[in-house]
């Protein structure tokens, strides 16, 4: 079965460091998304891709959040610098079509 | 953002019991969403609901799409100690997806 595939699983950072997430989707799914879900929390959406167009990133915090689908299949979420509110699940999801999202995973970053 | 309450916030049922769990909002929604995630790992979509007053089974799980289109509900039957996990309702607003605060079910053997 097709599973959407994030790396690292676990991250423990530095506060002002940066740091990067890897997301390679299920194959053939369009639609992309990062997620940050904070302990106890439902998952907030940061980014959202259609193929390697931006359709959404009104939540991500462009100060020191980027990210990036270059060849509209896998994507690449960066912190730059880190800081110790980032410390969370980052969740990564995908789409054929429609809202059925697959999710990733995760990965657990630890800012510290 | 518009919410999704969920209720109860957590659980704790003997196995074999049958468990209810809802969720509402203010707005309405035209999906409805169910997951589910256990710890260290990603939500897992349990039962997609399109049409008000749907309902939708999945095994044990049975979900229905409430006919005023501002709420859901989840049935699981029978529990088992794996159905342990935190169960998610979400539903699009304005194209993004909106998720609630969760459902944490504990099932004692």
């Known amino acids: 079965e097709a599973e959407v595939a994030q790396s690292p699983r676990y991250k423990i950072t530095e506060k002002s460091q940066a740091v990067a997430f890897w997301c390679d989707p299920i194959?053939?799914?369009?639609?992309l998304y990062w997620y940050r879900q904070i302990l106890g929390q439902g998952p907030e959406l940061l980014v959202q891709f259609q193929d390697e167009s931006v359709v959404d990133d009104s939540q991500l915090p462009k100060d020191r959040f980027s990210a990036e689908r270059l060849k509209g299949v896998d994507s690449t979420l960066k912190i730059q610098p880190a800081e110790l509110g980032d410390s969370a699940m980052y969740l990564c999801a995908s789409s054929p079509q429609g809202y059925e999202q697959y999710f990733g995973p995760g990965t657990r970053l630890t800012v510290t | 953002g518009q919410q999704l309450n969920q209720s109860p916030q957590s659980m704790f049922i003997q196995e074999g019991e049958d468990v209810s769990m809802n969720c509402t909002s203010s707005?309405?929604?035209?999906?409805w969403l169910w997951y589910k995630q256990e710890p260290g790992e990603g939500p897992v979509l349990l039962i997609a609901l399109y049409k008000a007053g749907e309902l939708t089974s999945n095994g044990r799980l049975t979900a229905q799409f409430g006919i005023t289109r501002k709420d859901s509900f989840l049935n699981i039957s029978a529990s088992i100690p794996s159905d342990v996990g935190i169960y998610f309702c979400a539903g699009p607003h304005n194209n993004d997806m909106r998720f609630g605060a969760g459902t944490r079910l504990t099932v004692k053997p």
């Open positions: 194959s053939g799914h369009a639609t």
């Open positions: 707005s309405i929604f035209n999906t």
